[in-house]
């Protein structure tokens, strides 16, 4: 049986908006699936507009309809968005933590429980960041297409199915991509605030964003 509050939002939301909705989901969420780690600290501001843009419109659809819900959904990506770009080395984290709340909640029913679960991912995140977090964009990233199949109209089995193929498949090519990458990254962390750094497309140099420290030649 459909959860009331779906049922209703799914009532005032027109096809059209909803198709663009779930274009974003799958869109989104295929991109972190695969490529997540390459590219996350944007993603992360990107899907924080998500996040933001989607709880402005159900807020404004509870509020006003369709149209206040588009205003608020603007609203609220851009906020979202800048919220999760200033917060980038948490964001992940924070969203890992929240999935993992979720799943538990929902497969136990205990919320005890799962915000106990949810801390602790929580925290594996943060301390381990660096380790996981191509594994967990792939997650991520697939559970979010996951929901945009079922926004297009595909069985929730299959939906599953596929989802569950990304999340393994984006996993395994994400961990090559960390493990290549590493291989020549050591260089390329500051010596003064150890923050990863970034090149000088100009003279090929690395220079630290967050302290200021440059003129480093370019890694071995």
Do not use: H
């Given at each position: 049986m459909a959860d009331p509050l779906t049922g209703i939002l799914l009532s005032q939301m027109s096809p059209e908006v909803l198709l663009i909705i779930s274009l974003a989901a799958l869109a989104i969420?295929?991109?972190?699936?695969?490529?997540?780690?390459?590219?996350?600290?944007?993603?992360?501001a990107l899907i924080g507009g998500f996040i933001g843009m989607t709880i402005g419109f159900v807020i404004?659809?509870?509020?006003?309809?369709?149209?206040?819900?588009?205003?608020?959904?603007?609203?609220?990506g851009a906020i979202g968005g800048k919220l999760f770009s200033v917060i980038v080395e948490f964001a992940l984290a924070v969203i890992?933590?929240?999935?993992?709340?979720?799943?538990?909640?929902?497969?136990?029913?205990?919320?005890?429980?799962?915000?106990?679960?949810?801390?602790?991912?929580?925290?594996?995140?943060?301390?381990?960041?660096?380790?996981?977090?191509?594994?967990?964009?792939?997650?991520?990233?697939?559970?979010?297409?996951?929901?945009?199949?079922?926004g297009l109209g595909m069985d929730i089995g299959i939906s599953a199915v596929v989802a569950l193929i990304m999340?393994?498949?984006?996993?395994?090519?994400?961990?090559?991509?960390?493990?290549?990458?590493?291989?020549?990254?050591?260089?390329?962390?500051?010596?003064?605030?150890?923050?990863?750094?970034s090149r000088n497309s100009g003279n090929g140099l690395w220079y630290c964003p967050r302290c200021g420290m440059g003129g480093l030649p370019p890694a071995p």
């Amino acid at each position: 049986m459909a959860d009331p509050l779906t049922g209703i939002l799914l009532s005032q939301m027109s096809p059209e908006v909803l198709l663009i909705i779930s274009l974003a989901a799958l869109a989104i969420g295929s991109v972190l699936a695969f490529l997540g780690k390459l590219m996350w600290k944007p993603l992360m501001a990107l899907i924080g507009g998500f996040i933001g843009m989607t709880i402005g419109f159900v807020i404004g659809l509870m509020l006003g309809g369709e149209i206040v819900g588009m205003i608020l959904a603007i609203l609220g990506g851009a906020i979202g968005g800048k919220l999760f770009s200033v917060i980038v080395e948490f964001a992940l984290a924070v969203i890992a933590g929240i999935v993992a709340l979720g799943l538990t909640e929902l497969i136990t029913g205990s919320l005890v429980l799962a915000g106990i679960v949810g801390i602790i991912v929580l925290i594996i995140c943060i301390k381990f960041r660096d380790e996981v977090v191509g594994v967990l964009m792939a997650i991520i990233g697939s559970l979010i297409a996951g929901v945009g199949l079922m926004g297009l109209g595909m069985d929730i089995g299959i939906s599953a199915v596929v989802a569950l193929i990304m999340m393994i498949t984006g996993a395994v090519v994400q961990t090559i991509i960390i493990k290549d990458k590493k291989k020549g990254s050591a260089a390329r962390r500051c010596p003064s605030c150890g923050a990863a750094m970034s090149r000088n497309s100009g003279n090929g140099l690395w220079y630290c964003p967050r302290c200021g420290m440059g003129g480093l030649p370019p890694a071995p």
